[in-house]
């Protein structure tokens, strides 16, 4: 039987509260903008051969694809600088670049100010109901809510609101995720605004009065891709995160299967492409409850089926 959150909340008092964001919650805000679940799946103008490419290596990861090309063309000069397809791989890593950039123009919002501050309000009195965010979106939403904490403290300055921490700290120009023992929010397939660079240390932008889209765009530009989780599958969604070499995403990912008391799970599907996430959680003997929002339009019957799939445990409940 579902139950309000409200209930839910009371029922879990003095227990550690986690919370899982899906797609559902990015949705909530605008259907459109946050309306997408990969990056090359949405992309009409790839042509079909380099679709054949991203194929051939089974990936939907801009950045693997990219550095094929490229060191592909670096191995084709040094073999035979003759070979006229040296010119054409560079052009067709230009022409992915540019269109990994149009998409994340053409879906994403350009700031935070295009979002009401009332509504960024709202979600953070939800978001202190826990003590730890786990989230499956790498748009910037979440990342732009917690960011209005200030803001609504100087509002509100008697309520109490969820203290940000992601991990990140200022090194040098930018800042990098070096706080790991401090962090209660996880991006755990990446966000746009996280990025790789040298010695395999993981950034994010300092805020220095740019939009935060054409920041994005800029580190793509300079090589900087964005560190997310583009892949089709929940197969190829966890290779990525645990043997491709993304300490980030690991440890996101070992955060999520040491989590403790009770799970709440926002905005999700239940879609099978997140089955390691499940996996995670079902294997997780310390979780004591479970619960599962519903969507107005979801059908209950459908979620409870999903979730006695995908989370064979007894402490579910539904929301």
């Not at 879990?12 to 899982?20: N, P, Q, R, S």
């Not at 969820?162 to 790991?180: I, S």
């Not at 740019?210 to 580190?219: S, T």
């Not at 995670?280 to 003997?285: C, D, E, M, T, V």
Request: proline share 3%.
């Amino acid at each position: 039987m579902a139950l309000t959150f409200e209930k839910a909340i009371q029922e879990c008092d003095g227990y550690e509260k986690i919370l899982l964001l899906g797609n559902g919650f990015s949705r909530a805000f605008d259907e459109k903008s946050f309306d997408y679940s990969s990056l090359l799946e949405d992309s009409p103008r790839i042509p079909f051969y380099i679709r054949r490419v991203f194929n051939t290596f089974h990936t939907s990861d801009f950045e693997v694809i990219l550095k094929k090309f490229e060191s592909s063309s670096r191995l084709l000069k040094a073999y035979d600088p003759r070979v006229t397809t040296i010119d054409r791989l560079n052009q067709e890593a230009i022409n992915l670049r540019d269109e990994l950039i149009n998409r994340i123009l053409e879906i994403h919002p350009s700031s935070q100010n295009d979002i009401e501050k009332d509504r960024m309000f709202n979600t953070l009195v939800f978001l202190s109901n826990f003590n730890k965010i786990f989230t499956l979106n790498y748009d910037c939403l979440l990342y732009w809510v917690l960011l209005n904490r200030e803001d609504f403290l100087k509002r509100y300055p008697n309520k109490e609101i969820f203290e940000m921490d992601d991990g990140f700290r200022p090194y040098y120009n930018e800042l990098a995720w070096k706080e790991k023992e401090k962090q209660n929010v996880f991006y755990l397939h990446g966000a746009l605004h996280i990025y790789k660079w040298d010695y395999g240390l993981v950034f994010k932008p300092q805020n220095d009065g740019r939009y935060l889209r054409n920041i994005i765009k800029d580190n793509i530009y300079n090589n900087k891709y964005p560190l997310i989780v583009t892949e089709g599958s929940s197969k190829n969604k966890l290779n990525k995160i645990l043997k491709e070499n993304n300490e980030y995403l690991s440890y996101c990912y070992s955060k999520l299967n040491g989590i403790k008391d009770i799970l709440f799970i926002h905005g999700h599907s239940l879609d099978k492409k997140d089955k390691h996430i499940f996996d995670a959680i079902s294997k997780n003997l310390t979780i004591k409850r479970v619960y599962i929002s519903l969507c107005s339009k979801e059908k209950y019957q459908d979620k409870r089926e999903k979730a006695d799939t995908f989370l064979q445990t007894e402490n579910v409940r539904k929301l």
